[in-house]
């Protein structure tokens, strides 16, 4: 089991900058593949990016792909998303998440932490 809380969230204008953090419990942090999810109102909940157990692969929807950068630190149990060029539609409760299987579908994570608020401004 791991519980997870999220950081880093606030207000940002328009092609500025965030990061995202995530600390997670438990000493099992390395075998959990890790992913942040975000969810606008009235939207479903969406896949952002993931990031294998080792942190050796990297994946990201693609309407974040060079913009957002997803890392992590086994020795530190932290997930990190560096959020640049942000736009409105960025706009969303972000969620972090984990699993145990590489996977970007929402149903295959098993913990979620509370989620942020992003507010990205025009």
């Known amino acids: 089991q791991v519980q997870l809380v999220e950081s880093g969230g606030g207000l940002v204008q328009a092609g500025g900058s965030l990061r995202l953090s995530c600390a997670a419990s438990?000493?099992?942090?390395?075998?959990?593949?890790m992913g942040w999810f975000r969810q606008a109102p009235g939207k479903e909940r969406e896949f952002v990016a993931a990031?294998?157990?080792?942190?050796?692969?990297?994946y990201y929807a693609d309407s974040v792909k060079g913009r957002f950068t997803i890392s992590r630190d086994n020795a530190k149990n932290t997930v990190t998303l560096q959020m640049n060029s942000l736009k409105p539609e960025d706009t969303a409760v972000y969620y972090c998440?984990?699993?145990?299987?590489?996977?970007?579908?929402?149903?295959?994570?098993?913990?979620w932490g509370q989620g942020t608020q992003v507010t990205v401004s025009s």
């Open positions: 438990g000493r099992t942090f390395s075998r959990y593949f």
């Open positions: 990031i294998s157990w080792s942190g050796g692969s990297t």
């Open positions: 998440a984990a699993a145990g299987t590489g996977s970007r579908l929402t149903n295959e994570y098993n913990f």
